[in-house]
């Protein structure tokens, strides 16, 4: 059935049962995703879904419904969910149907070269990928992990107060692991690229950066418990960042599961930390014009050289607060309510490359992984420990690999002792939102070792 028909059909049938205020959210998804083993496809998905989120106001509460069916027997079902989900509402929050904002940055997040590469040429890559990790070292034994996962997304979002918006993006990554082995010593390295330019994918560079970073790792020890200086490389202070990231959801500072509550124009973090979210950023998995409540997305600095400026705002928090919504109000699926998500937030690049900053460290750790960010850390103390490995850094030199330590500290206490911001901004994997980071010199961190 077409969308524009069920829409209209969808508010004449709400019309009728009383209703005056509707949207309608319909997404999209394509995707395929393929893993190989040993020269051979091990797993391949192709898969698309498509759903359609219904709300209304009834009773001055607001009411979902969501169906995975887009034709006109879902109608019926849509409203009368919606509005006996309104009906058992018992919140006091205020909601309402947008009507749009006065106007919207054009954004394109969509490839179309990328949109057309097929299953096939993604095969190849994956295979390739394995190929030539394999044959980069003979220490390595196997490469448990060569992936890669082409997705694309497209949104529809339309009400009764007139507005009328879409959206189409997609991406591409490619996530590889290998062991290798040495006598009786086996590490492994994983390595990642994500974006929506296929050209960008290089598969021998990307080989390579595995192969390396698994064999450096080759005879690494602990090191003895002791507070050291640290610095985290830019892929571990993005995933930490990324871990931390809901500290600046308003919805949290509500309920009171963030201590970043009352700290509004405070300083919470080094003058050198500013934090953006940045949903126009060319390139930004996350970029996007508009909400998944209609809301124009807008450049913040979040944190501006250590001053806590805004919190990240849906409609529903920023009537709470008494402010304009933040354009933050997103939802994971169509299935899901309107929760809150940064878009592409990532501390701002310093002026110190990494190997600068390793020449000015005496004596100290290079942290280049962690393990355990959901259940070794907690978002409302900011408190974390994480197993950890690296290099060990001695007179500003790398010393020696390191491993089975564990890292700990306080996220915030850590934002406050950022003595040096690197040059090499990378962005983790997507999840809430698109989080990215420079490596960060920390003045010290708890180290446990032997």
């Not at 759903?51 to 106001?57: A, D």
């Not at 892929?235 to 509004?264: R, Y």
């Amino acid at each position: 059935m077409d969308k524009k028909v069920l829409i209209n059909r969808i508010f004449e049938e709400g019309r009728k049962k009383g209703l005056k205020d509707m949207e309608v959210f319909i997404q999209e998804s394509n995707d395929f995703k393929l893993r190989v083993f040993k020269s051979e496809v091990d797993e391949l998905n192709i898969s698309k879904e498509e759903g359609l989120s219904f709300r209304c106001i009834y009773d001055g509460k607001i009411g979902y419904s969501y169906t995975e069916k887009l034709d006109e027997t879902s109608i019926d079902m849509l409203i009368n969910e919606a509005v006996e989900n309104a009906s058992a509402v018992d919140s006091e929050d205020v909601e309402e149907i947008f009507a749009g904002s006065k106007s919207y940055t054009e954004v394109d997040s969509f490839n179309t070269k990328l949109e057309n590469l097929n299953v096939k040429d993604g095969i190849e890559f994956a295979k390739s990928l394995e190929k030539e990790a394999l044959e980069l070292d003979k220490r390595v034994i196997s490469v448990p992990h060569c992936i890669f996962n082409k997705q694309s997304m497209h949104t529809i979002l339309v009400n009764t107060k007139g507005l009328n918006l879409e959206d189409k993006s997609n991406i591409a990554y490619s996530y590889v692991n290998v062991m290798v082995k040495e006598n009786d010593d086996v590490k492994t390295s994983s390595k990642y690229i994500i974006s929506n330019d296929f050209s960008k994918f290089d598969y021998k560079v990307l080989a390579k950066q595995v192969v390396e970073e698994a064999v450096s790792m080759l005879g690494a020890e602990s090191v003895k418990s002791d507070t050291y200086p640290v610095i985290l490389r830019n892929d571990v202070a993005a995933d930490i960042l990324g871990a931390f990231s809901p500290i600046f959801s308003a919805e949290n500072v509500q309920k009171n599961l963030s201590l970043l509550k009352g700290k509004l124009n405070k300083k919470i973090a080094s003058e050198i930390i500013t934090i953006v979210d940045n949903p126009f950023m060319k390139g930004g998995i996350a970029s996007c014009s508009f909400d998944n409540e209609g809301v124009a997305t807008k450049y913040k600095k979040v944190v501006d050289r250590g001053v806590l400026t805004t919190y990240l705002h849906n409609i529903k928090t920023a009537k709470k607060d008494g402010v304009q919504s933040t354009g933050n109000g997103f939802k994971p699926s169509f299935k899901s309510p309107v929760s809150i998500s940064p878009t592409n937030m990532y501390i701002e690049n310093g002026d110190k490359s990494l190997d600068e900053m390793i020449r000015s460290v005496k004596r100290g750790i290079l942290i280049i992984d962690v393990k355990g960010l959901h259940s070794g850390l907690n978002t409302v103390s900011g408190d974390f420990s994480l197993a950890a490995s690296g290099y060990e850094i001695v007179d500003g030199r790398i010393n020696r690999p390191v491993n089975q330590i564990t890292i700990a500290g306080n996220f915030y206490d850590l934002l406050n002792n950022v003595l040096e911001i690197g040059n090499d901004l990378k962005f983790a994997l997507p999840m809430n939102g698109f989080i990215g980071s420079p490596s960060l010199k920390i003045k010290e961190l708890s180290v446990a070792g032997m």
